[in-house]
């Protein structure tokens, strides 16, 4: 199969999803497509609640995993494993006026429970947790007890603290050149 050739500028995929295994596979899809057509770069502007944390996981792997130079940017509120989808990029910019919030993972009890099965799910948070924690302190360069801190208990982080802490690499608005390629996952 033949892929039209590069685009001159890089693609802007703007993500403002919650995290589900849908919106994972369509950012993975057009981030992908994004990689095949651009020279090199695309950027990804950031604005999500959050959401499942499997979806939230596999589309961090899958984003690092695909070849090209990925540029994140909060553009508003990042929760969650929205905060674990941006540390993705290669590259990690926020808007001055943003926040990033951090905790970890939590589930909704709909139904009656043993002390086995709920001792079950507490396992699987708290491997949820040092997994994201994990992430945390890999790519934001954090010890990992500060890590599990953060993810410990909700923590809210301006992009000034974000950029003290190692989750940004610089604050700075996101610039799409006039023409570049743009697609919105919402």
């Not at 497509?33 to 604005?47: P, Q």
């Not at 499942?52 to 940017?73: K, M, N, P």
């Amino acid at each position: 199969m033949e892929h039209p050739a590069p685009s001159a500028s890089p693609t802007f995929i703007t993500f403002t999803a919650g995290v589900s295994a849908d919106s994972a596979r369509r950012l993975i899809d057009v981030v992908h497509r994004a990689a095949l057509l651009s020279d090199g770069e695309v950027h990804l502007m950031i604005a999500s609640a959050g959401g499942d944390v499997g979806a939230g996981l596999y589309a961090y792997h899958a984003l690092r995993a695909i070849e090209t130079t990925l540029v994140t940017y909060n553009v508003g509120v990042i929760q969650s494993m929205g905060v674990i989808l941006f540390l993705a990029g290669s590259t990690r910019r926020a808007s001055a006026h943003t926040k990033f919030v951090i905790h970890g993972a939590s589930w909704t009890l709909n139904a009656s429970y043993n002390e086995r099965a709920l001792s079950e799910k507490l396992a699987l948070l708290k491997a949820d947790n040092a997994i994201m924690a994990g992430i945390l302190a890999e790519r934001a360069g954090i010890e990992e007890q500060d890590a599990h801190a953060l993810v410990a208990s909700e923590h809210v982080k301006s992009a000034k603290e974000a950029l003290a802490c190692g989750l940004v690499h610089e604050i700075a608005e996101p610039r799409i050149p006039r023409g570049a390629p743009t697609e919105i996952i919402a």
